[in-house]
């Protein structure tokens, strides 16, 4: 303990700032906090517009940002809570992809005065006169853009941050705008609201799993800077030997709970379904993608020379969550639920490829991830437009001879699913077989009996994909008004982006797969 | 010349030159075709069906512009690699795809595209009234594109797709009929089954690229002999769950009767002639895999074997036609796969056998498909009966096939079916008497149902009522059009003479043999003349037997009940009872979650491991509760079960 | 001592027996009187809302302001240590300290324009 008390500095230094590396980060919140005094300065009547051309034209700036300047910026930066490497700009760079997706469907108007999607008024009761009042005078919640962005902040923050504090604080400002963004549904809004409520209590219990977990590790470290934490765990005399195992599984906790890693992802399927649609797409893209990348970096430069003592739970967790999440699919009656237990089918294959503990296994997972977040921004963005009765139409008997009525939208709709069921020529099959082919080279048993696992769960999930390609095709409408909308040009360029990436994905993966295999190094 | 030597030549095959480096547009065609008809929508109803058959036949002459080209090569020089684009040019993972047209490939190529076209052209009557003609046109030019693809193919990741293809093209026309629920759950149960298989295959092809780096035909089978025998052996025995799913060998065979259910047409290219017969051509373009591994290679030949039994006697009871005829495809490729689990000996007569079953059986489908068309679909054969004197050229084409299939010499059966029995004889041990002998009497049940099948069509007493007595009831068995006779000529004029002219100085083995390897000079355990002898007087023994039952004597219209074994055999040897008590009966009675929308069947009862998914599902199901505070203890359980289970480990 | 769970488990043990003696001295010690403002939800600050369901529920208003409150000190409680070192700590420590306030001072402007810091 003398020791550290010694190393303490005697007078304050600041920390270097390297602000060309970090320069996408302070565009998005810049623009946030813009967006915010949108909220209170602007006219009620503008600010869909105002809002959306800004948040478009920040993550714009960030990705051109991070093209041009920040690449030559790699290193360590910001006293050491950030890294900008080749994984984590690969990540930041797939993040204001999907941001731009996101913020194109959840613009979605339907030729009304606001974005459809949001509630005119959050915070009045559903169903009360002051909801009916607000939706008459055409009051729209146009905070969700803002939030959004605030939301892209916490991640973009959280796949770049090298020390347990930066993380968890990345990981607070990522999920707070998404519990409120869950809770803003125009229609069904007590489910919504619920949803949201759910949300926020695991997700704060998780967040003290992590934090639990963080400060065991720093009682164990010394430090919270995961490099540091790497070098004790080589160097440890076993002193303290007893708090390691405990603080990896407890930071993990935390984190395998944001991509909904069974058993703790009993919050997906709630707020995969009462979120507004185009919020659930965009959640379920980026904060995969995120989390992914913080477990990539926790496990890869924080404790990979532990991971012979944690990587068979990690592993039993990875198989648990593709059994059970393509098992439950089979018989979820609504959309919306089938694509999140989809998700979490999917959040298992993603694990078996991080636990392959190899660079091509960085690389695997990084395209999955991209591959797996296009296609369902898309399948969401459709999900928004089929409708009976002025909402959503999420009944899977709804969706019976959808084709016949609208066979384009549904012909997209079943590339996205062939894509989910890992069908080659399309993306999800590329991907499966980039995140399995380290596991089984790379894993040893664990990863062999993990891929076979993972084999046998997607054949699984191709059943139901299948059924309900079948049931669009070849079923009978059952009668009800069910019809989709035609998308507005935001949501047409959404949609006709993921679709095409799923194709492009599927047929010529070479340029992503070699960009993603030549910066899959991490800073250690 | 021994394997090892083979295999490096193997890996230099040559690039191709003339008109073999545009052999990709045996694929293309046919697939332009299928997107032209799916994408032009009603615009293309006129003349669709006329351009999906003009497109197979392109296709097939310019497979036979390639088999010339072939043929003016030296015996050596044959195999040649197309090109193809980058799949995956990354780091590690790298996969090129391009076409091997080889001696081998270019065998199925022409059967494909030979077969395929007929039966387009067939169809043009068979379907000429469905209003879906289109769809199904277009849906049989994607099978022929993708079955192209899967033989063609340079690597086992290219094969997997064409693989897929084919099993999407057989599921959307098993179920082209879907307005009849129990035909849409034949197509799910076709679907599951060969998901089965795709595991195999998926998890082979992952362990051949952490194997070899590469999943390359040529990288494979050069490192096959250094590899390891466990690997090797595992791998073998993965590819054979695939070749078992989509071949429907024992133990997944149940999906091939069900099959039925889909347009005649369909049941002739893609459930007798091609698709079926891709699980051999596996084994067989995977022969330096499973000569590494012994074990793996008996195991073919034992499922071959219980397959040709099992196949055999199911079709003893069937009063089905079409399910006679799915029973007697499941055993003539169970001979097939016995021959491919011979080894050297064998894969030369595998494939021959498969190239003239195609034949034939694809002419008695189409045969089948004819006695349907003329009276009223139906297929119960207690209901046929005397019917040569109505359907001249059916009758005779159908004939045909029969004694191609039961290898009456000098039709086509007789060259490449006996080869088999014979090579079945050949080796030391238990093996070439049990193989040999099985192989033998399979021969027998075959003529003996194969008999019954056509005796109880053709011949005897008429047991249907015409239609100038009962209007209701009655049929008026005519010919079907030339549409539809004249490719039943065509194949039965292969069945008569394909063997003969193939077989003509050991041509087509000789042919084959710098793709599967020469094998010395190895005699059967018994004499040749012996075994022919035998196997004649066996079949012999069960068409006279067929004869006296189904000719001479009084069929009854009504099945009797029959013995323990013939109810045994008419209900698939309990195929359905043994899957249903293995993997149903635990999740049954929660099987109605399963159904959701129309109770049509779409989603109902697909297939056993269905239901057993399904009531795994709807149990876990109700862990959701919905309330936040047992998700929560959901979680802490979870971490406190890692936790512990960390802790005891370490 | 050298396991590190030791302390822990003390501090657990502690936390329990002083949670249980405060709950026990009260009830042995405290004087018992009833009248209608012991029954109340609370005893003190904001009435339940007048159009009380299921037990009453207290107005939004009231958790709006509370939360404000506690963003406003968390800020005093960062400017407290920087007033403090305000002289070792330089320019670059003031710029972050502006940027924070600024901040903060987003939300308190959209909070004040949206009407939040109107009681009625």
């Known amino acids: 303990m003398t020791a550290a008390l010694t190393a303490l500095p005697t007078a304050f230094e600041a920390v270097k700032v390297d602000y060309a590396a970090v320069g996408p980060m302070l565009v998005v919140v810049a623009a946030a906090l813009i967006g915010v005094l949108v909220e209170a300065f602007a006219p009620r009547l503008l600010r869909h517009t105002i809002q959306v051309v800004l948040t478009l034209t920040a993550l714009v700036v960030a990705f051109v940002v991070l093209v041009l300047v920040s690449v030559d910026h790699h290193g360590v930066t910001v006293g050491g809570s950030i890294v900008i490497d080749g994984p984590a700009l690969f990540m930041q760079g797939s993040l204001l992809i999907f941001a731009v997706l996101g913020i194109l469907t959840m613009s979605e108007r339907f030729g009304g005065r606001s974005a459809d999607a949001f509630t005119p008024m959050g915070a009045a009761t559903p169903g009360s006169p002051a909801e009916a009042a607000a939706d008459r005078a055409g009051y729209a919640t146009s905070e969700a853009f803002p939030l959004t962005m ?375 | 010349m021994n394997s090892l030597a083979l295999l490096a030549a193997e890996g230099e095959v040559a690039s191709a030159t003339g008109i073999t480096a545009y052999a990709w547009l045996l694929v293309l065609l046919p697939l332009a075709g299928a997107g032209l008809l799916l994408l032009g929508g009603k615009a293309t109803n006129a003349w669709g069906h006329l351009l999906a058959t003009a497109l197979s036949w392109a296709s097939f002459v310019v497979g036979l512009l390639v088999l010339l080209a072939m043929v003016g090569r030296g015996h050596e020089e044959r195999a040649a690699h197309v090109g193809g684009w980058n799949f995956i040019p990354a780091g590690q993972f790298q996969l090129e795809t391009g076409l091997l047209v080889d001696q081998l490939s270019i065998a199925f190529v022409l059967l494909i595209t030979f077969v395929g076209s007929l039966i387009h052209v067939y169809s043009i009557g068979y379907m000429a009234h469905d209003p879906n003609r289109r769809k199904f046109f277009a849906y049989l030019n994607l099978f022929v594109a993708s079955m192209l693809l899967l033989v063609l193919a340079d690597s086992y990741l290219l094969l997997f797709v064409g693989w897929e293809g084919v099993g999407l093209a057989s599921y959307l026309l098993i179920g082209f009929w879907n307005h009849n629920p129990a035909y849409a759950t034949a197509a799910n149960k076709a679907f599951f089954v060969n998901r089965v298989g795709d595991v195999g295959m998926s998890i082979a092809i992952m362990l051949m690229f952490a194997t070899f780096g590469s999943v390359d035909f040529a990288t494979v089978h050069a490192g096959a002999a250094e590899a390891g025998s466990t690997t090797m052996t595992v791998l073998g025995l993965l590819l054979l769950v695939g070749a078992c799913a989509k071949s429907a060998q024992f133990p997944l065979q149940s999906w091939l009767g069900d099959a039925m259910a889909g347009p005649t047409p369909v049941s002739a290219l893609i459930h007798a002639a091609t698709m079926v017969t891709a699980g051999v051509y596996l084994v067989v373009r995977s022969h330096s895999i499973f000569d590494a591994a012994p074990n793996a290679q008996l195991a073919v030949a034992i499922v071959g074997a219980i397959t040709l039994l099992y196949g055999a006697i199911v079709g003893c009871a069937k009063d089905d036609i079409k399910k006679a005829l799915a029973a007697s495809t499941m055993s003539q490729i169970g001979y097939m796969m016995l021959a491919a689990g011979l080894g050297p000996v064998g894969y030369a007569f595998a494939i021959f056998h498969l190239i003239t079953h195609g034949f034939f059986k694809a002419g008695m489908f189409l045969g089948a498909g004819s006695v349907m068309h003329g009276m009223k679909d139906r297929v119960d054969m207690r209901g046929f009966g005397g019917l040569s004197g109505f359907m001249k050229i059916t009758w005779v084409t159908f004939g045909l096939g029969w004694l191609a299939i039961l290898g009456v010499p000098p039709f086509s059966g007789f060259w490449s079916k006996d080869k088999i029995i014979e090579a079945a004889f050949i080796g030391e041990g238990w093996r070439p008497w049990v193989f040999g002998g099985i192989a033998m009497i399979g021969a027998g049940i075959t003529a003996f149902y194969m008999s019954r099948l056509f005796f109880m069509t053709f011949h005897g007493k008429k047991r249907w009522v015409d239609e100038h007595e009962d209007a209701e009831r009655g049929v008026h068995p005519h010919e079907s059009p030339l549409t539809m006779t004249v490719p039943m000529m065509v194949l039965a004029v292969g069945s008569g003479l394909l063997g003969l002219v193939l077989s003509w100085g050991g041509m087509f083995t000789h042919w084959l043999e710098p793709v599967v390897g020469a094998h010395g000079e190895e005699h059967p355990v018994l004499a040749v003349p012996v075994i022919m002898a035998l196997t004649l007087l066996l079949v012999a023994g069960g068409a006279a037997y067929a004869w006296m039952l189904y000719w001479r004597d009084e069929v009854a219209v009504v099945a009797p009940r029959g013995s323990l074994v013939t109810q045994a055999a008419r209900a698939d040897l309990y195929q359905d009872a043994i899957n249903e008590g293995l993997f149903m009966r635990p999740g049954t009675h929660l099987t109605r979650a399963l159904v959701f929308t129309d109770g049509k069947g779409v989603d109902g009862v697909a297939g056993s491991l269905a239901a057993m998914i399904g009531g795994a599902s709807s149990r876990l199901r109700r862990v959701q509760t919905g309330y936040a505070r047992s998700y929560a203890l959901t979680m802490l359980t979870g971490v406190v079960a890692v936790l512990g289970a960390l802790w005891v480990m370490n | 001592m050298s396991n590190p769970y030791v302390p822990i488990l003390f501090l657990l043990a502690l936390g329990f027996v002083f949670a249980a003696g405060s709950v026990f001295t009260s009830l042995v010690v405290g004087p018992k009187r009833y009248n209608r403002a012991k029954s109340e939800p609370y005893e003190c600050g904001i009435q339940p809302s007048p159009r009380a369901e299921g037990g009453g529920r207290v107005p939004i208003k009231y958790f709006l302001t509370a939360m404000l409150f506690i963003i406003f000190d968390i800020e005093s409680v960062f400017l407290y240590p920087f007033a403090v070192a305000f002289d070792q700590l330089g320019l670059f420590a003031l710029v972050e300290m502006v940027m924070f306030i600024i901040t903060v001072f987003v939300a308190y402007a959209y909070v004040w324009k949206r009407g939040g810091l109107e009681w009625d």
């Open chain 1, 150 to 524: 605030f939301a892209v902040f916490g991640m973009l923050m959280f796949v770049s941050a090298n020390d347990l504090i930066t993380m968890f604080v990345a990981l607070e400002v990522l999920s707070l705008p998404l519990y409120v963004l869950t809770g803003l549904a125009r229609r069904r809004r007590l489910l919504s609201q619920e949803a949201s409520l759910k949300y926020f209590l695991l997700g704060a219990f998780s967040s003290a799993f992590f934090l639990f977990g963080a400060a065991l590790l720093y009682g164990y470290a010394g430090s919270s800077d995961l490099s540091k934490i790497a070098s004790a765990i080589t160097t440890a005399n076993g002193d303290l030997e007893g708090l390691l195992l405990p603080g990896v599984v407890l930071t993990l906790v935390g984190l395998l709970f944001k991509i909904g890693a069974v058993p703790f992802h009993s919050w997906t399927p709630d707020a995969y379904q009462g979120a507004p649609s185009p919020v659930t797409g965009f959640m379920a893209a980026a904060t995969k993608l995120a989390a992914f990348g913080a477990i990539l970096r926790l496990a890869y430069v924080g404790l990979e020379a532990s991971r012979l003592e944690w990587r068979l739970g990690v592993a039993a967790i990875a198989v648990l969550t593709m059994v059970v999440g393509a098992v439950l699919s089979v018989t979820q009656t609504d959309i919306k639920r089938l694509l999140a237990y989809s998700s979490v089918a999917h959040a298992g294959f993603i694990l078996v490829g991080v636990l392959a503990f190899d660079r091509t296994g960085v690389s695997g997972v990084m395209f999955y991830l991209v591959a797996y977040g296009l296609a369902t921004i898309a399948a969401f963005a459709i999900v928004a437009l089929v409708r009976s009765g002025g909402s959503e139409a999420t009944h899977l008997s709804q969706w019976a001879g959808l084709g016949r009525k609208h066979p384009v939208l549904a012909g997209i709709f079943a590339l996205l699913l062939l894509a989910f069921a890992g069908i080659p020529l399309t993306s999800g099959f590329t991907a499966k077989f980039a995140a399995f082919a380290p596991a089984i080279a790379h894993g040893g048993l664990a990863g062999v009996v993990m891929v076979v696992v993972g084999v046998l769960a997607s054949a699984v999930t191709a059943f139901v994909y299948f059924r309900l390609i079948v049931l669009m095709y070849f079923t009978e409408p059952t009668g009800d008004d069910v019809a989709a909308l035609t998308p507005s040009i935001a949501s047409t360029i959404a949609i006709t982006v993921g679709a095409l990436g799923t194709v492009i994905l599927g047929i010529v993966p070479g340029p992503i797969l070699d960009l993603a295999g030549r910066v899959s190094q991490f800073i250690q």
